[in-house]
């Protein structure tokens, strides 16, 4: 059984940095993209950003561009979202997911994804 399991989500302040991790099993880790969603209160899920196979290649959405960072660690079957410079409008649940053959942009608009995270709840105040 597949599972993506999300951890890090906190309470921050506004300008603090987090750390998300979210560790894969029941896969094979190194054969997926990896990427991150998510979604606040009462809107749209949105992409957050992707990272290729290997970890060579990585994709963000301009709302979290030169802020986020997302890696992987293929021997430890996780991927990370180091989150800095944190904004109010970055409240939302963050998803992990899986892909198995989209790129790291495509992740974001091929509908394709083939496991989710249930989530884990970042909160920033201002």
């Known amino acids: 059984q597949v599972q993506l399991e999300e951890s890090g989500g906190a309470l921050a302040q506004a300008g603090d940095s987090l750390r998300l991790s979210c560790a894969a099993s029941g896969l094979t880790f190194s054969s997926y993209t990896m990427g991150w969603f998510r979604q606040a209160s009462g809107k749209e899920r949105e992409f957050v950003g992707g990272v290729s196979r290997r970890g060579g290649i990585t994709y963000y959405a301009d709302s979290v561009k030169g802020r986020f960072t997302i890696s992987r660690d293929n021997a430890k079957n996780t991927v990370y979202l180091q989150m800095n410079s944190l904004k109010a409008e970055d409240t939302a649940v963050y998803y992990c997911?899986?892909?198995?053959?989209?790129?790291?942009?495509?992740?974001?608009?091929?509908?394709?994804?083939?496991?989710w995270g249930k989530g884990t709840l970042v909160t920033v105040s201002s």
């Open positions: 997911a899986a892909d198995l053959s989209s790129s790291t942009q495509a992740m974001g608009v091929s509908g394709g994804i083939d496991y």
